[in-house]
């Protein structure tokens, strides 16, 4: 059975504890069990006496992605660098022609370092010919949240819980969560603000009160635009962005009510326990931004007509 919403939900924040408890061989092996899991073409790679791994923790034959991980109990930056480079080095000589994708698998809680990044970068760079990814907690949180109800279970080693309590869920809007209340959503001059798409709105059948919201939220994406253009992180946009289309995806599946579902991802970003007002109003203008730029509900046909559709404006 496929997990709802709301054992996504628990699960997402189950992962992370989980996570925040294995490093070294524990870490590798939650890894190994996850992807086998997921991908009847996983291969989990083990040491072989002096043949070692060949640089591989695991091998995705059919994607032809090879994986290494790195689950440090305290972060070394020359450490990873030297983790990261003997594993590329030891997988291209033993592993030629083996794999298409190399990626790297850690176990920072907080996001890619700025070292790793470096490191992705430069390898890109030299090594043409091959795509080179991150694999962090986002990663298996997202995994995770595609497996049956029992294969998870059986991953944690316990059943999921049906009155887990949490707050803030999705980890790549924390940081703009906190921006947003920290600069308390202040007015932007005329020039700056963002004219709503009232097709839109108008073709998602939300009620005049939403609406209403959704337009002063829509006013303040101007704030987080100027958020992700100062981010070291160059990706991050786009990882926020990819999340909230998978998710909006999940959820359109179990609802139809647009309301309900504009609900539910709020759920998503805030969790289910209580939150401040300030938090969730940061949380509407994040759903609306991302609303504008088309990554969640569905824009009207190009010949479509708001007349006769709600109340048109």
Known sequence: ????????????????????????????????????LRYPDFADVRTAGSKGDQGSDGLALVGRKLYACYGPQTFNADKLQKKFNDDLTSALEKRD?????FVFVHNDLRGLHPELTSLLSNARRTHSTINFEPFGFRKFRDEAGLLERHQV????????????????????????????VRTRLGASGNDDIVIPSASKLDYNDFSYETKED????????????????????????DEAALAFRTEYLHIRENYQDPEEILYQLDQYILGNASAPLQQRRAAMVVLAYF????????NPPPDWSATGNGDGQ
């Open 153 to 180: 279970e059986d991953l944690l080693g316990y059943p999921i819980p049906v009155d887990l309590v949490f707050g803030v869920q999705l980890e790549e809007v924390i940081p703009l969560l906190d921006h947003l």
């Open 97 to 101: 022609g083996q794999f298409q994708t």
């Open 214 to 237: 959704m337009r002063r939220a829509i006013a303040h994406s101007k704030q987080i635009d100027q958020y992700y253009f100062l981010r070291e992180d160059v990706v991050e946009r």
């Open 291 to 298: 609303f504008q730029s088309c990554d969640i509900f569905d």
């Open 1 to 36: 059975m496929r997990l709802d919403f709301h054992s996504r939900l628990a699960v997402r924040y189950m992962i992370k504890m989980k996570l925040s408890e294995l490093y070294g061989n524990a870490f590798e092996d939650f890894f190994q069990d996850l992807m086998c």
